[in-house]
């Protein structure tokens, strides 16, 4: 039998195993470590995440996969981003852009390789940001929760990629959305997803949210594309300029 053909019968052959062991930990064991009443420690949550995985794909996407699939899955998530700052006009090379969760730096990649220049990635816990600035150290990475805290400078373009589903707590989106409003331009574009057609708790870590979830917490600004993403959408809300 070929190598490839034998790793996947094993593979099949664990996948129960594997499924068990990823419900008791999310179900279970992660609620025991991480849960805080309504909320969890979002912090140590991740900080332990990217330090076990650290620059796997894994660590920020699914667990459950495997890196080639998590790379096939991000490429997919890639394209649609791209096409969509490219139908809204967005111009990458001289926009001044921030990332919510920049994670293992995957769309600070992306991007750079079409140009950006001023970046500015943010991510609640700074694990992984010496690796990250040792491939990209034209950039800036800064620690800090959009949760609690706003972020200093102003930008023309914010993305919030797959960072909304890990809050979980009502308040707490609503206090993101008012610190992406404070650093976003007028006239700027804020790129969100994926967002669900309907609000649910899923897991202690993981809350889908609601285009009209969305919508309410950003009353002043306009909706300019919403675009199949995932398993949900993405969605391009664009700054109202004040006073016009």
């Known amino acids: 039998m070929p190598v490839s053909m034998e790793k996947k019968r094993i593979s099949f052959l664990l996948y129960p195993f594997l499924l068990a062991k990823s419900y008791l930990y999310k179900n ?3 609620p025991l470590i991480y849960r805080k009443r309504d909320d969890y420690d979002a912090e140590r949550f991740w900080r332990d995440r990217f330090t ?3 620059l796997s794909l894994r660590g920020a996407g699914n667990v459950n996969l495997t890196e080639e ?3 096939n899955m991000y490429k997919n998530s890639a394209k649609i981003i791209l096409d969509l700052l490219k139908k809204i006009n967005i111009d990458i090379v001289s926009a001044k852009v921030l990332e919510v969760g920049c994670g293992t730096g995957f769309y600070a990649r992306l991007l750079y390789d079409h140009g950006l220049k001023d970046y500015c990635g ?3 816990t700074d694990v992984l940001f010496s690796a990250l600035k040792e491939i990209l150290p034209s950039y800036k990475f800064v620690k800090g929760d959009i949760t609690k805290e706003g ?3 102003s930008f023309d373009l914010i993305l919030m990629i797959n960072v909304t589903e890990h809050i979980v707590n009502p308040q707490k989106l609503s206090i993101a959305m008012r610190n992406v409003d404070k650093c976003l331009v007028d006239e700027g574009i804020f790129i969100v997803g994926a967002i669900m057609r309907e609000s ?4 202690f870590y ?3 949210w609601s285009i009209d979830d969305i919508k309410k917490r950003l009353p002043e600004y306009e909706l300019l594309a919403l ?3 995932q398993n949900g959408y993405i969605c391009a809300f664009k700054k109202i300029k004040l006073g016009a």
């Open 151 to 153: 972020i200093e400078g």
């Open 52 to 54: 076990r995985y650290h």
């Open 206 to 208: 993981v809350r889908y």
């Open 69 to 71: 699939e998590n790379r």
């Open 122 to 124: 943010l991510d609640i």
């Open 200 to 203: 649910k708790r899923h897991l």
């Open 28 to 30: 279970i064991i992660g």
């Open 227 to 229: 675009e199949p993403f």
